[in-house]
């Protein structure tokens, strides 16, 4: 099922959360909304669901497939809604927390006893916990209850699923563990899915489309491809990762010159640090940076190297330990640094 | 060698350790044991014949059937009262509700005698609804409804202060969650709300019924004292006290006093129900 929003805004108390957003999710694609906290993304995935209200305007609409929703009280939306911080029921077994959407039905759209108990064991050897059906919330660990949030939310057969910060409060390694989970998950179920993540990688590896929010607007839709490799703005090019930050002009013939006097700078001019080429010697090139080796860090999957250029600015570069070991750099050493992929947006 | 210099610091010495747990014990033989062992002393000094005798006497048991029937009033309406208000406080954020909060706590701020003063100028022959009372037949104070009024106003913050704290800590999410997957208020409400909160709210209501069983102060003012009719447990036993009649004046307090002991038990099984439940 496609969702489309029309001019959907959200204010808290005179505080713009969102401002007059219009998006359309499409069928069946697994969807990250990405921003920092204060973004709106969650009032967004809150406000999809129902458990929000947008501001009343005449031409606000939530479609779901064309059929305007925004008057539906949540419980007869039909959307799965997984919470970051689970919201078990917390006097409820694993098997009934997974029950619940099945025995609130009206009697006669109600499952029989034997019915449920097969579909909820069916839920239950998909998120991996069906030999945990009588433990209560409290017993499990965090992956495992978020597991059985999900498995709660897809029992009511979802037309949508949302994900609020699903993984936000587990450790790193489970975390990662449940990001590939969920991707396969969704390739096997293709139900359409939201997700709202402050974790710019998480929203890079799971999701089919991001959309980047910040100050309850929209900054860019696309692929993680397109938002990572062709940022539309400054601000989600350095959401999306490191960056540095040059102040540069582009003069009358449209030729770039970097120099670091803000003053002057009508362009900012952004460069990621594994973006960087570093040479031995000036080579009479425009545009490169004389810096000095500051720092050196050795210690992870890439070689992290601090230099800083004749007015104290730190530039971070990024390189594989290969290219390393071929530049034998030593910290004080005076070096020059080549963009060889960057940026512009205006100042 | 160093855990044993911080246990030093930690724990206190055991001269003294030994006092303050001797003072404690002391302090609690002499206001709580010792007159609870006064009361049954003095109620079965002249043997359990003479106890019975003054139980079963019409007035002692018009007084215990009146207790009971005021708690049996009072205390399902400040369950239910109680239940919505803190409901209403705890889930939703309105304009003046921390002043609604601290107003639920006022029976408990001003003394009683003021709470029983309250509604005899309010129902009283010279209150303000008195003459309306009168020309409609109406009698409330000196009579059994001033008493349970009386009595509800006095005992309403004891399930509501229980309650609100422990639905303000649950928030409502669950019930977003309930909502979410299909339930109605309703269902919400008895399959989420209310187990959530049952031991929290039979704590309050056992609370609630020890204090609507020996309030005193409130009840003595709006009660008139008519024997037979108007009396509770704790003004019979002060009637009876008056009188010199001290053995039933203590049998009736033993009543209140046993009364209290099962409150005690009760209380003593629920809370170690929470504890349980949250050490899980």
């Known amino acids: 099922m496609s969702i489309s929003l029309e001019n959907i805004s959200k204010t808290f108390n005179g505080f713009k959360a969102l401002d007059d957003i219009n998006l359309t999710f499409e069928d069946g694609k697994l969807t990250a909304l990405l921003g920092p906290s204060g973004s709106g993304k969650t009032t967004l995935l809150r406000i999809v669901a129902g458990l929000e209200l947008p501001d009343e305007k005449d031409n606000s609409k939530i479609l779901f497939n064309n059929e305007d929703v925004i008057d539906k009280p949540v419980r007869k939306r039909q959307v799965g809604f997984v919470f970051q911080h689970y919201a078990l029921f917390r006097h409820l077994s694993v098997f009934d927390n997974v029950a619940f959407g099945l025995e609130v039905k009206k009697r006669k759209e109600r499952l029989s006893k034997s019915e449920i108990h097969e579909q909820v064991f069916e839920l239950l050897r998909i998120v991996q916990l069906d030999t945990m059906a009588d433990r209560l919330p409290s017993q499990l660990s965090g992956g495992q209850r978020q597991r059985v949030a999900l498995a709660r939310a897809l029992a009511i057969k979802p037309k949508v699923l949302l994900l609020d910060e699903p993984f936000g409060s587990l450790d790193a390694k489970v975390r990662a563990e449940l990001r590939r989970w969920l991707r396969k998950l969704h390739d096997d179920l293709h139900i359409t899915s939201i997700f709202v993540t402050h974790d710019q990688e998480e929203a890079l590896e799971v999701s089919d489309r991001i959309i980047v929010m910040n100050h309850g607007r929209i900054e860019q839709v696309g692929t993680p491809d397109e938002v990572f490799h062709k940022p539309a703005t400054e601000f989600v090019m350095q959401f999306l990762g490191d960056v540095n930050v040059f102040h540069g002009r582009v003069d009358k013939n449209q030729t770039l010159l970097l120099n670091n006097a803000k003053e002057e700078a009508n362009i900012k001019f952004l460069v990621r640090p594994h973006d960087f080429e570093i040479l031995l010697e000036n080579n009479n090139e425009e545009n490169i940076f004389p810096v000095k080796a500051h720092r050196i860090l050795t210690a992870g999957v890439m070689v992290k190297i601090e230099f800083v250029d004749k007015s104290n600015h730190l530039i971070l570069v990024h390189l594989s330990h290969d290219s390393y070991g071929e530049i034998q750099l030593n910290l004080g050493d005076e070096v020059f640094l080549r963009p060889k992929q960057h940026h512009f947006y205006d100042n | ?280």
């Open chain 2, 1 to 280: 060698m160093q855990s044993r210099h911080i246990e030093k610091g930690l724990y206190p010495p055991f001269i003294i350790n030994a006092l303050i747990t001797a003072i404690t014990l002391v302090f609690l033989a002499l206001f709580l044991i010792l007159p609870l062992v006064v009361i049954f002393g003095e109620a079965f000094r002249e043997g359990i014949s003479i106890w019975w005798g003054s139980i079963v006497e019409q007035e002692a048991l018009s007084a215990l059937r009146l207790t009971l029937l005021v708690a049996a009033i009072a205390v399902p309406f400040n369950l239910f009262f109680g239940i919505v208000a803190s409901w209403a406080l705890a889930k939703f954020d309105f304009w003046g509700r921390s002043f609604i909060i601290t107003l639920i706590d006022l029976p408990f701020a001003v003394s009683p005698i003021v709470s029983g003063l309250i509604f005899v100028l309010l129902f009283g022959i010279h209150g303000w609804m008195g003459p309306w009372l009168v020309k409609n037949n109406i009698q409330i104070i000196f009579a059994v409804p001033g008493i349970v009024l009386a009595t509800m106003f006095v005992t309403f913050p004891f399930v509501a202060r229980e309650l609100i704290p422990l639905m303000t800590e649950q928030g409502s999410e669950e019930e977003q969650a309930a909502l979410t997957l299909g339930a109605n208020g309703w269902q919400t409400f008895w399959k989420i709300t209310l187990p959530n909160i049952k031991w929290g709210l039979l704590y309050g209501v056992i609370l609630c019924n020890a204090r609507a069983m020996g309030e005193f102060g409130a009840v003595s003012v709006v009660s008139g004292h008519i024997r037979g009719e108007t009396n509770t447990l704790p003004l019979q036993a002060e009637i009876l006290y008056n009188e010199y009649n001290f053995t039933a004046a203590f049998a009736v307090a033993s009543l209140l006093a046993f009364l209290a002991l099962i409150t005690l038990a009760l209380k003593f099984f629920v809370e170690s129900r929470i504890n349980k439940l949250e050490t899980l």
